[in-house]
């Protein structure tokens, strides 16, 4: 009995140590958290703790579900993974898949603009000197500028560049890191930046400047590394082009303008170049692996022309169509791509050959986007709501499409 009563005494008091050392720990570590890493302790953390607990039964999805809202006339549209996103001057909404709200915050933006990717929509004040960074759930970053905005370019990590000017310069680029920190700002006083792009995961930028030179357009690029203050990395001249965006392509950044598209390097080596010949450039989409063009008809009609290539320039899909193309988007399997009246899903494997049989579901609402969902299914969004449709209960049909074979540009 002697020996059991001190055996338990030790292992008691042993214990009891332990509490008290694990406790001690615990303060240290609450108050070392509190003290570095204030900013980052929000009500956001426990939001998005509590933003998966689903208090409602699960539902099967049937082939077409549906999410209602009332967006303005006004409203634009954006998807961040498998969330919605509406925003319009005075409201940003996120809803899930299932079509419940997890995000209703008023926004004051006279001129709203924004930019999205897969992590985060950047909302700015066209003209005006605020904008913020959300993902889908909060806001994660709110800026007020010294100096209007022109246009945002969104990098993939999250790093942004901003397009703006003032008194004493004609335009400059102010760029911040991930961490949205400013780290990097640049300056002309003759030439007004007409468009940039940002790689934040390899720290360099490229920007364009246009001006009229013996009645042409004249237009240089300058790329940065910038951790480096010093000066530019290369300069690029391109005459007789208006430069109309510009976007990185991995190993490098491509130059759209009125005539083709030019790749390049950031060291300024041009890559490889893509000719419209005679049509012209409506809109772009840029995806993980390659990007979609819409071109327009040098022909007095309505014929809008779909053309995928790859970031090397090789061409990788063509489509035809007799009306306007209001929006593309991409799954890692599909492409989607909505008419006025239909919408066409295109299938393409590992290698990126698309499929010549697409997919078509025949609209009768009047849809302004499309965003790619899980399930090989998609969401035509449109002021009312989204409906969700299945690849898999939309018939098959033969299409003029082409997938031409890869080469070098």
């Known amino acids: 009995m002697q020996t059991d009563r001190e055996y338990y005494g030790k292992a008691f008091r042993i214990i009891r140590l332990v509490r ?222 208006m430069p109309l965006s510009m976007f990185c392509t991995g190993s490098g950044f491509a130059v759209m303008t009125d005539a083709g598209i030019h790749y390049y390097d950031f060291d300024g080596q041009n890559k490889a170049y893509v000719d419209f010949e005679y049509d012209t450039p409506d809109s772009i989409y840029r995806f993980d692996n390659f990007f979609a063009v819409t071109l327009k008809s040098a022909l007095a009609t309505a014929d809008t022309s779909v053309k995928i290539y790859d970031y090397s320039g090789n061409l990788l899909f063509e489509k035809n169509y007799a009306s306007d193309v209001s929006h593309i988007d991409a799954s890692d399997s599909a492409v989607y791509i909505l008419c006025q009246s239909e919408l066409d899903i295109y299938g393409y494997n590992s290698e990126y050959i698309f499929d010549t049989t697409n997919k078509n579901f025949y609209q009768s609402g009047e849809y302004k986007k499309v965003f790619a969902s899980e399930n090989n299914s998609c969401f035509l969004i449109s002021s009312d709501g989204a409906q969700r449709i299945s690849a898999d209960s939309v018939t098959s049909e033969t299409s003029d499409a082409e997938t031409p074979e890869k080469s070098d540009t």
């Open 20 to 241: 008290y050392i694990i406790l001690i720990i615990l303060v240290l570590f609450t108050v070392f958290s509190i003290t570095f890493y204030s900013d980052e302790i929000t009500f956001d953390n426990f939001r998005y703790m509590m933003k998966y607990i689903e208090f409602s039964p699960p539902s099967a999805f049937s082939g077409t579900d549906n999410i209602q809202f009332n967006a303005s006339s006004e409203a634009d549209f954006a998807s961040i993974g498998n969330t919605l996103i509406v925003t319009s001057p005075k409201k940003i909404v996120s809803y899930d898949t299932n079509g419940r709200k997890i995000l209703d915050e008023d926004v004051n933006y006279q001129n709203l603009a924004s930019v999205s990717n897969d992590k985060y929509i950047l909302l700015y004040d066209l003209d005006g000197y605020s904008l913020s960074v959300y993902n889908s759930f909060s806001k994660v970053f709110e800026k007020t500028l010294d100096t209007s905005i022109d246009l945002v370019y969104l990098s993939d990590d999250g790093a942004f560049a901003v397009i703006t000017h003032e008194k004493s310069y004609a335009g400059g680029v102010v760029v911040f890191n991930s961490n949205f920190k400013q780290v990097f700002s640049f300056m002309t006083r003759s030439s007004n930046i007409t468009d940039v792009c940002f790689d934040g995961n390899q720290n360099l930028l490229a920007c364009a400047t246009t001006d009229v030179r013996d009645g042409d357009f004249y237009s240089e690029i300058f790329t940065f590394d910038i951790t480096n203050d010093e000066n530019y990395k290369s300069r690029i001249e391109l005459f007789g082009e």
